[in-house]
């Protein structure tokens, strides 16, 4: 925790230093974005904490064990939200879900340009809300909240939209034999894919993970770090708006939720 805290005020403070002499906010500056500043007077976040629950089956519940587990601002110690806790029963529902919706869902039977269209609706509606994702991101994982806003975000709006924009180019082979055969490769989503992402660039491993595989027509169930689910939890709510507004009658295509956080906080704890 104080490893990530004076990463981030240092990180913060470096575009500050001076240039062309001058000097004259340099000092007071410095105070603003120093560790004694950050510490007695942090600056509150512009964002307030909506969704702290299981994503299964397109709705936002407590995890079965009604457990729930705290994550916590990086400047302060503070707790930002409880989130629930998933385990085994919650995980089981979850893929059980995940894998009806491949099934006998639309999601992997749609053409591939109709699952282009939802994934670029789904990065415009995100660059719409880049300030309010920044904020949280921010105040979750602790990085400065300028990374978050103008680098990380854009980036993840434009990893989507590349990935929206092979999801109907992805195709087989037509391959010469010897002799009187006829070979072709086909190309099919495989399932339910099950994905884990770090802290460290939460969004950035959400959009690398959850793009590529749902532009080639798989389910997801995925896990966050337990030390910043927030951000993945609002984008997740995003994508559910603009499946619902796509397809109203659509059957839950994406599960997220968080598991085994016992023994990861033991692990850490021994660490």
Known sequence: MAARRISS????????????GKKSHFGRRIYRYSTAAALEDPIKPPVTVEYDKLLINGQFVDAASGKTFT???????????????????????AVAVA??????GPWPKMTAYERSKIMLRFADLVEKHNDEIAALETWDNGKPYEQSANIEIPMFVRL??????WADKI??????????????????????????IPWNFPLLMFAWKVGPALA?????????????????????????????NQLPDFHAMMSFLWLLLELVHSYANEM
């Open 9 to 20: 005020l240092l990180s913060r403070s470096l575009p500050l230093i001076p240039t062309g």
């Open 99 to 104: 894998r009806e919706a491949f099934d006998v």
């Open 160 to 165: 989507f939209r590349y990935y929206a924009g």
């Open 71 to 93: 994550t916590l601002d990086p400047r302060t110690g503070e707790v930002i939200a409880h989130v629930a806790e998933g385990d085994a029963e919650d995980i089981n529902r």
């Open 216 to 244: 080639c027509g798989n389910t997801i169930v995925l896990k966050t770090a337990e030390q910043t689910p927030l951000s993945a939890l609002l984008v997740s709510k995003l994508f559910l708006e603009v499946i619902l």
């Open 171 to 196: 195709h087989g082979l037509t391959i010469r034999a010897d002799g009187p055969h006829h070979v072709q490769t086909l190309h099919e989503p495989i399932g339910v894919a099950g994905q884990i």
